[in-house]
């Protein structure tokens, strides 16, 4: 992030700095005449290939791309070396430049979050794509179409009445619903418990309730309870429960005569450091590793340098008698996660131990020493400032465009997909 | 809300919702054969014209048109009776329509806080824009091309480095920079304070160093401290502090010698409840109030049945070991505003005070009861619910369309503006 605030005194900012990139809503409901002046849409962005991210508008969510491809081919290379498939999760950055990262440029075997994700990255020509979510009733339909269009598209139950929902739709013909068991192996939100009375009978009618119609591929358990652990040791005893809990699950499906060939757990902090157990099970699911950030940080999931994310921001005010600066950046474009839980408030600012971001409101952010006075001499209003996400996938999905950079060059823009 | 979980039992669902709305970002980086699976363009959203809140995809964001133009027309009643002109802020909702509705169908005399607001509103045919927000360095070109462009583009500024940068670009012959001076009386973010020794002196460098190229038009104070406040009175004492704080200012300029036409302050809970003293202002900046949200109706600023935003949600799952449902909204639907603020978690259930919104990830919320067991026949699988958001400004800022209907019948989709 060299040029972005990196080192002592924050970049000097270049004036004049020409066309912006916003949300295309606006152009949409314009036209004609007054389109010249409307928020450009978002191919003028390009305007901003080459340049340095310190020319930048602010605030502006810039990803290191050298970061950001090392992190994904790290974590190929670990699943590599594990014997087990590696199937991101997109939701963290919603982009196809960073699923094609992701899948290492297969684009095929992702996971999503919600429908627009899914037709999203169908449309771009992504496939095997599984819609990581309980099934919603009212839109049975999209999911048929999507699975009637894909090589595989597959879907996720944790009850009964999802098996129920799916079998009032059967696909044409030579199609089946591909469906993965959600189990719940102690993170306490979607799933059935594997210890659960009802669930090897869950699995069992996917299985074999009409086979015709519906298949069971495998099941998957979110070890998100990772993310409320102390360190790696701690994440790495949950990441063995959770798979001892779904390979047992297996191992008790397949006593019972139920075939279950895939067998997946996830989550960042999880994937990040496996354990050796995990080469037993088939696939691993996480997504926020592309990016990290500082939660990942503190958890260990990752260095300080494998941060890919920076939101880019400006010193607008001085206010000496406060001891606070004023920057661009509210939460508009950084998200309140990670309040209170930071000594350096919502964020760390790079290069800047010494700065502590106390509060934000819609466009403002306030930062102020960590302890003592400020040296606004080194902070001139327009300089630039660096700030490094508590929470890369809220961060990110406050961005209607992403400026990827080399060695804070501007090599691309990703604009990443929203809405439900 | 009729209609949506308004009552007792949630509504079913539709099945076979039909075609979603989401981001165009993903429609716009694709084309040809693909296209009819992507995620359809927001045009497409027209769709659900006509059709029952409950029917909608969900998380979506549901505004009551007939309260927002209440809340809209009361506010402008409210100024007409005090004798002071309604400027609205438009960043609560970021909408032609919504500020349509603000200024009472003339569309002039906005507030706006970031330049992509500025200009989607100026290619509209909005026009008397305050961009309000201290001067960005980098961005002064485009700040020039809407002041040369429209009867009124005014900016706002609270230093001497801000007139400095003005400075640099005069505007083509025949226009001046419109400058109003931010104060800062007692909000503690951005402006100069009224009492500093250097206020006095940058008020009349505006109004005279460049009389050809620069006009101070007026003084505003944002009254934002009145979000830390306990109720109405306690509201009313800072929105008659501010006041005073700035007709002095006015006054002590007036004893210089230096004219200043205009004196405003904002806040939506200063403005719902005016001060008689507030008449002496000419300007009111307040932008909350056409939707109001849960935090307006515990300051005091709104009632309950004023507050025109929901987020609608279905439940996807019970989880009775644990004594919770599982619904479809959660940060990204959402935000984390208001967490630990309501005794209802993250926001309020309407029609059910017996749920409590505990926890949200960036697509699943977790609800449970906020004593005793949850009758879990209540809320079946696919039932709607509606969530009473916390902050307005930030669950609408996380949403790329809005569902507009007049009860609990869609009407009109609104687009907003993103981006900086």
Chains 1, 2 share one sequence.
Not at 52 to 70: D, F, G, K, Q, Y
């Amino acid at each position: 992030m060299d040029g972005a605030g990196g080192g002592g005194r924050g970049a000097p900012v270049a004036p004049g700095a020409g066309p912006r990139v916003s949300s295309p809503a606006g152009a949409a409901a314009l036209g004609g005449e007054t389109e010249a002046l409307a928020t450009e849409p978002q191919q003028q962005g390009s305007t901003w290939l080459g340049r340095r991210l310190e020319e930048l508008p602010t605030p502006a969510l810039a990803v290191a791309e050298a970061t950001a491809r090392r992190n994904a081919e790290r974590m190929l290379e670990r699943c590599r070396a594990l014997g087990v498939r590696l199937r991101p999760h997109v939701k963290t950055h919603k982009t196809l430049e960073g699923a094609a990262l992701a899948t290492g440029g297969t684009r095929r075997g992702i996971v999503v979050s919600t429908l627009a994700e899914a037709r999203f990255f169908a449309a771009a020509g992504f496939d095997d794509i599984l819609y990581a979510y309980p099934l919603p009733a009212g839109r049975l339909e999209e999911c048929a179409a999507l699975a009637e269009r894909l090589d595989a598209f597959q879907v996720l139950l944790d009850s009964p009445g999802g098996l129920a929902l799916l079998r009032q739709r059967p696909l044409a013909p030579g199609k089946r619903w591909l469906v993965w068991l959600k189990l719940d192996c102690g993170n306490a939100r979607a799933g059935i418990r594997p210890t659960d009375a009802g669930a090897l009978e869950l699995a069992r009618a996917i299985a074999e309730e009409a086979p015709a119609e519906v298949t069971l591929v495998g099941v998957y358990a979110h070890c998100g309870d990772t993310y409320r652990c102390g360190g790696v040791p701690e994440i790495q005893a949950v990441a063995r429960a959770t798979t001892a809990a779904v390979l047992d699950f297996v191992a008790a499906l397949r006593q019972a005569g139920v075939p279950c060939p895939q067998a997946g757990i996830g989550s960042t902090p999880s994937c990040s450091h496996p354990v050796p157990e995990m080469s037993q099970l088939t696939e691993l699911h996480p997504g926020n590793y592309i990016f990290y950030d500082l939660q990942q940080t503190l958890l260990g999931s990752c260095r300080p340098e494998d941060v890919a994310l920076r939101v880019l921001t400006r010193v607008v005010g001085h206010y000496p008698h406060r001891n606070q600066l004023l920057v661009d950046c509210g939460w508009t474009a950084l998200s309140l996660h990670g309040q209170s839980q930071l000594p350096t408030g919502f964020a760390a600012v790079e290069g800047h131990p010494e700065l502590r971001l106390v509060g934000m409101t819609q466009e403002h952010g306030q930062l102020e020493a960590v302890a003592g006075s400020l040296d606004f001499g080194r902070f001139p209003v327009g300089s630039v400032l660096a700030l490094i996400p508590f929470h890369a996938c809220a961060t990110a999905a406050m961005h209607p465009v992403y400026y990827v950079h080399t060695e804070g060059k501007v090599v691309a823009l990703w604009h990443p997909v929203r809405g439900w």
